[in-house]
């Protein structure tokens, strides 16, 4: 083989490795809880959201992973890998070796790193490539996760305003300019936080998402203002959508709950530990129960991807749509005499159920213009990142062949890995041709 088929090879390589990282590098994620696919199906209604959509991509839904609740889809967005992979299997587990909760809101063992070190989130894989990420509000940025944390974090903040969300996207667009950070991540939680209290359909929801249009307006505003409009990629995507209540069902009407170790969770989906002596006994008397399914770990539907992860409880109840349960009537946190003509909402269901699914748009220099996308998945975001970002995926359950279409072409190109071998094996074969 001579010298100069070698450079030939080595030159067609690295002419790829530029072609695939043609991106602008610098990215802002905003995680919108809640924010149902159908929520922003009238654009004129929402200015804001419209100017994305017009000069970026909008997909027709994002189906979630199951179970289709927040913080299982919070790391399945961030890391591209199913429930059973990333072990984030709830919003409520419990570790039975060492007797330990993970309780939504964030009680002081929610911070461990069991619950966390599963798999590696993308702001993780940023930092030790040595590159900068800021988040606010986002769950988990204040975790030390396989020994890394952000280099910027602002907590998590319980029902934050408008006010707290434009103050977030002025302090993230100027990171990202002063060349502080080279991603940032926004999470806003008010539209999941009134969809539950009010219902999907209510006024007030509508309002909520109205409000959150404003801040997008504001958005687009500041990025002009900073002319940052050619350099900056946005991503935006909800971790699942909301059902409208109708109907409770009562576990203490079925079994008696001092039969059962552990109980967690109120909602479409809930994870329950019977006594061992018990067992039978209990899933016999649940699976009689209308309008809700009792899985044994084993029995798990294949297709929603959790029944191997670490934290499953034994039995784990899915309720119908419209269908909630609950421990006993007095532990939901409101009580169906006292409401009125008022709805509620809830998450958690099959993710394949069409009120489950969330939202996905995205603008910036690598995405195609006003152009509508298929159906993508939770775990397909993570590729559309790891792509803006100019980084090699780690090993996900996502699909880039989902997610191909809505890139410009020039951004859009084979993986370095596929295709730098591929230019290897036939610069190999060519130049065995070649006489020495």
Known sequence: MTYTCIAVILLSILNNVSGQYNTSGKLLVFLIDGLRYDYLNNLDNFPGFREIVENGVKVDYMTPEFPSLSYPNYYSLMTGRNTAVHQMTGNYMWDMDSNTEFLIGGNADSRLPLWWNGSEPLWVTMEKLDKRVYMYFWPGCEVEILGVRPSFCEPYRPNANERNLTDAMERALDALNDGQADMAAVYYERVDAVGHFFGPQSLETAGTVLGLDGAMQFLNQRIMAKNMSDVLNIVMFSDHGMSEITNLIELDKHINLSDVIKVLDIGPVVSLWPKEEK????????????????????????????????????????????????????????????????????????????????????????????????????????????????????PNNGSFDRVRAMLRESSAAVPVTQHSCLLVLIGLFTCSHVSL
């Not at 399914?293 to 034994?314: C, L, N």
């Not at 298929?374 to 397909?380: E, L």
């Open 279 to 394: 067992f039978e006994e209990i899933f016999t008397a649940l699976s009689a129960v209308e309008n809700m399914t009792t899985y044994r770990r084993t029995d798990i539907p294949a297709r929603f991807h959790y029944k191997e992860g670490r934290f499953v409880s034994t039995l784990t109840l899915v309720a119908k749509p419209g269908w909630i349960i609950t421990p006993t009537i007095t532990a939901l946190p409101f009580q169906p005499n006292a409401t009125g003509d008022r709805k509620y909402g809830a998450h958690g269901y099959d993710n394949e159920l069409v009120e489950m699914r969330g939202f996905f748009v995205a603008k910036g220099p690598d995405f195609k213009s006003n152009f509508s996308a298929g159906p993508i998945r939770s775990v397909d975001a993570y590729n559309v990142m790891c792509h803006t970002l100019g980084i090699d995926p780690l």
